[in-house]
């Protein structure tokens, strides 16, 4: 192995046994001796590669996030036309934000330890991306009324985390997640103009 191999398998190692940490406890509980022991690397080796443990949070949060982001692009992929991509982008955004690692480190640490201006702008560049491309194409494309795309896009991600919020917490999340599209749908409705696409 390299020496950039192995600079580069210490890092991975890190993020790993972070968000591990940070799944479990929270970015307040977490300890960074937990972390490198569990990662089996010295503390110098974590202050190498992360200044400090906002910073490692920030890599475990960007990973979490381009994870999701890719979840919501591949399944929106499987779709021809804007509107079933919108709709099938949200609903894995959903289902892929609700899982308690996910939930805990994404949506709650996430812009508490952050900031609310960092955290966007990780959001943005990854399943807010994939948003704000889908609702740029429906009212291109006609299928939305004249609208921004930008304010209608915060504004549907607004609605989007405060619903992972509630459905990670769900007894019933398949159930749950079922009602929070339906609702989602009438939302999109009306900001349709004419009947769906096919």
């Known amino acids: 192995m390299t020496r950039v191999e192995s600079k580069e398998a210490t890092r991975r190692a890190l993020i790993a046994a972070a968000?591990?940490?940070?799944?479990?406890?929270?970015?307040?509980?977490?300890?960074?001796?937990?972390?490198?022991?569990?990662?089996?690397?010295?503390?110098?080796?974590?202050?190498?590669?992360?200044?400090?443990?906002?910073?490692?949070?920030?890599?475990?949060?960007?990973?979490?996030?381009?994870e999701v982001g890719d979840r919501v692009a591949h399944s929106a992929e499987q779709h021809a036309n804007s509107w079933s991509q919108l709709v099938a982008g949200c609903r894995a955004f959903l289902e892929a934000s609700t899982d308690e690692e996910s939930r805990r480190i994404m949506l709650i640490d996430g812009p508490a330890v952050l900031g609310w201006d960092r955290w966007r702008a990780l959001d943005e560049a990854t399943s807010g991306s994939h948003l704000e491309d889908v609702v740029e194409a429906l009212v291109d494309d006609g299928t939305f009324v004249p609208l921004s795309p930008s304010a209608a896009t915060r504004l549907l991600s607004g609605a989007m985390n405060e619903a992972a919020l509630w459905l990670a917490a769900s007894p019933n999340r398949d159930h749950s997640i079922e009602d929070a599209m339906s609702v989602l749908g009438l939302m999109l409705a009306g900001l349709r103009r004419g009947p769906l696409p096919i």
């Open 19 to 66: 968000r591990t940490q940070f799944a479990a406890d929270g970015f307040a509980g977490t300890g960074l001796a937990q972390v490198v022991d569990a990662a089996r690397v010295t503390k110098g080796a974590l202050y190498h590669h992360f200044a400090s443990k906002t910073h490692l949070f920030e890599a475990v949060l960007a990973q979490v996030q381009a």
